[in-house]
């Protein structure tokens, strides 16, 4: 399965940006989906998932009532909903897709597309 995120760019603080994931070269639809990100310095982080079917859901506490996902697996296609966001989001945001059990587990993901950048402004 090959990965591609695109939408990213510069907003300023309290702005919205949706990230597109669109997947090629196998089957999407029995795979979680998962957003990462990775900041300058900082470790990849597990922000959102969501399971092949859309439920369940997972959201890191860092994108709790601010970040939502969602999937079109008729098109092959899942999205990242980012609203408010903050300085902190500025990062390199990548999709990944993986068979685990767990959607919320970075274990479960082992496919990885081409990121985009976020920047965040104050």
């Known amino acids: 399965v090959q990965l591609q995120a695109s939408g990213g760019g510069s907003v300023q603080a309290g702005g919205y940006l949706r990230l597109s994931c669109a997947a090629s070269?196998?089957?999407?639809?029995?795979?979680?989906m998962g957003w990462f990100r990775q900041a300058p310095g900082k470790e990849r982080e597990l922000v959102a998932a969501?399971?092949?079917?859309?439920?369940?859901?997972y959201n890191a506490e860092s994108a709790r009532g601010r970040f939502t996902t969602a999937r079109d697996n008729s098109k092959n296609m899942a999205y990242l909903h980012m609203n408010n966001l903050k300085p902190e989001d500025t990062a390199v945001y990548y999709c990944?897709?993986?068979?685990?059990?767990?959607?919320?587990?970075?274990?479960?993901?082992?496919?990885w597309g081409q990121g985009t950048l976020v920047t965040v402004s104050s």
């Open positions: 990944a897709v993986g068979s685990g059990d767990n959607v919320g587990a970075i274990r479960s993901y082992n496919y």
């Open positions: 070269g196998g089957s999407f639809v029995s795979y979680s």
């Open positions: 969501i399971s092949w079917s859309g439920s369940p859901t």
